[in-house]
């Protein structure tokens, strides 16, 4: 029998890619959103506010949006979601007003317990529901929450998947003792403003960004003291968001922030892919400007902590420039290259290719493979909506792992109508994912050289399998 303390550290949850695994905008209509708009609407329009509700319901709606309960719940709030985590997948539950399935027989004493404790009325939930960050939330918004979910369509169903732990795990009872260490997960700050007040309740209770960008503790709690300062996340890595200039966003403007948060992106320097867009769709891009520049102003005064991930800066002098947008032109120019690419890669699979025909295989490689959806020059086809990838923070990197890992696993946007990248951890030989890696971090990434090897593919591959 492990100790207690083994059992609960163990038992202890980090917050996985919920991603891949969410389908949006099941007949909710948000089908058409485009995350990749990126001037703003005149006004938000909530796609989960009616007029027909009252004013508390619809303020309701719009914290259901602020705290992401359907990044986990589903648009519809009938759960089944798995969310990974280092002891197995726990699934997310019917929070529908069904009284069989759902939360309908909640009091508002009930819902409040939940969503402060993590204790439903017959059993303790697991930290996969971020209770720890909900502990702060203030009776205001839990009181609008609770009316608003008076008023979500029933699902009378069951969710398709539940959790099921084996022994010890599944006592749930345990999860009291890792509470008494982990709850609350973040500390107020002193001497904020008004805005940045606001800003902190956003980010660390309702948006709860820390579950994914703050590293864990040794019983897979949030680390305080390493505070949004990046952390592991499965397949993907959530970045250093601390004010730091080399490895943070110390070189974003609040701006910057706003805008990313509300377009997923930034023009030739950083996209929200994975989990990011998984906050950034269902969540971060339906807030009001005032709740978003609050956020972008306190990320602006928090410590800014240095990590060993060190960014490097755009050299846009050295960044390609779009070459066209016809897809007529990316075809021809892709054309030679494929026929090169075919017999590179027969070669590079079984020996290491010789060191002169490195650049033009490197180049035939990203074409064959990636060329179709990304474009030769990196900006993407403009009709379908891939990500442009010039410029991005996330191939900028001095630690190659987080590129390497969307090459080997691929990445699904947040939107079911958004195209997916394959993963080419079968297709690809890992000296073939290193080629790949150095020519896009070199030629789109504007590094002045980039010496990933097959061994690192390798690492990393087994590291986030
Ligand atoms: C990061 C994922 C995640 C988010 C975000 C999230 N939940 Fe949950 N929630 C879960 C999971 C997983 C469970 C089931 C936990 C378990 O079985 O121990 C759960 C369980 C619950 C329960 C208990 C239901 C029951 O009786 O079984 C309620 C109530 C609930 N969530 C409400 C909410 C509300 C309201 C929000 C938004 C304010 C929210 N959740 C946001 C993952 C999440
Ligand atoms: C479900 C996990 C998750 C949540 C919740 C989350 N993030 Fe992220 N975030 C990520 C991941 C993963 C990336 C990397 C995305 C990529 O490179 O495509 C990221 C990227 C970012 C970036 C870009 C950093 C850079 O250097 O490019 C910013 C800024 C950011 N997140 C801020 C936030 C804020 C603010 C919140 C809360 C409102 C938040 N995130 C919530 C996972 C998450
Ligand atoms: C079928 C189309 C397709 C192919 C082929 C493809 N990608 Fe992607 N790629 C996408 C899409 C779609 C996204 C955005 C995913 C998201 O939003 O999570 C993306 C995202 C990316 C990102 C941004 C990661 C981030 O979130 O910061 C990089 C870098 C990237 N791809 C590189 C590559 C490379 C290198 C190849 C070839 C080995 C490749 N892609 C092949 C469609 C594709």
């Known amino acids: 029998m492990k100790p207690l303390s083994m059992m609960i550290s163990t038992l202890a949850l980090s917050v996985l890619s919920v991603a891949s695994n969410v389908a949006i905008a099941d007949g909710t209509g948000i089908v058409n959103s485009n995350l990749t708009q990126s001037s703003l609407p005149p006004s938000i329009s909530l796609p989960n506010v009616s007029p027909i509700n009252n004013d508390l319901a619809n303020r309701g709606a719009y914290i259901a949006r602020t705290a992401d309960c ?98 010890p795990l599944n006592i749930r009872s345990l999860m009291l003792a890792w509470n008494v260490i982990n709850v609350p997960s973040t500390k107020s700050r002193t001497g904020l403003t008004p805005m940045q007040q606001r800003g902190e309740y956003l980010v660390n209770n309702l948006e709860h960004c820390g579950t994914c960008h703050t590293p864990r503790n040794l019983t897979q709690g949030l680390d305080k003291d390493g505070y949004l300062s990046g952390a592991p996340l499965g397949k993907w890595f959530a970045p ?102 075919k017999t590179n890669t027969s070669k590079t699979s079984s020996s290491d290719s010789s060191k002169s025909s490195a650049e033009s295989s490197s180049k035939a490689l990203y074409l064959a493979h990636c060329g179709s959806c990304h474009g030769v020059d990196g900006y993407a086809q403009p009709d379908a909506r891939y990500a442009a990838i010039v410029g991005l923070s996330s191939i900028r990197r001095a630690k190659p792992d987080a590129l390497i890992g969307v090459i080997a696993f691929g990445a699904k946007g947040a939107f079911n109508t958004a195209p997916k990248m394959p993963g080419f951890e079968k297709d690809l030989s890992p000296a073939q994912i290193a080629s790949i890696t150095n020519y896009v971090r070199v030629n789109f990434g504007g590094l002045p050289s980039s010496e990933v090897s097959a061994a690192d593919v390798k690492r990393v591959i087994k590291e986030k399998s």
């Open 240 to 341: 250093n968001i601390t004010p730091d200039n080399d490895t943070g966003i110390g070189r974003w403007s609040e701006r910057d922030i706003v805008t990313y948060l509300r377009t997923g992106k930034i023009d030739k320097r950083a996209y929200a892919g994975g989990p990011m867009a998984e906050a950034v769709g269902h969540s971060t891009r339906y807030l009001t400007d005032e709740d978003l520049s609050a956020m972008a102003n306190y990320l602006k005064v928090i410590p800014a902590i240095k990590t060993d991930d060190y960014l490097i800066p755009v050299n846009v002098a050295r960044l390609p420039n779009p070459i066209s947008s016809s897809i007529t032109y990316d075809l021809l120019e892709q054309k030679d290259y494929l026929a090169q690419a």
């Open 70 to 167: 359907m990044a986990c719940h589903r648009e519809d709030y009938s759960g089944g979601v798995p969310i990974e985590t280092p002891i197995g997948n726990i699934y997310s539950t019917n929070i529908t007003p069904s009284t069989q399935y759902g939360i309908g027989n909640y009091t508002e004493a009930d819902f409040t317990k939940a969503l402060r404790k993590g204790r439903a009325p017959n059993h303790q939930l697991y930290p996969a529901m971020p209770y720890p960050s909900y502990h702060g939330m203030t009776d205001d918004d839990i009181s609008a929450l609770f009316a608003y979910f008076q008023t979500v369509p029933v699902v009378d169903k069951p969710p398709e998947k539940t959790t099921r732990l084996p022994f």
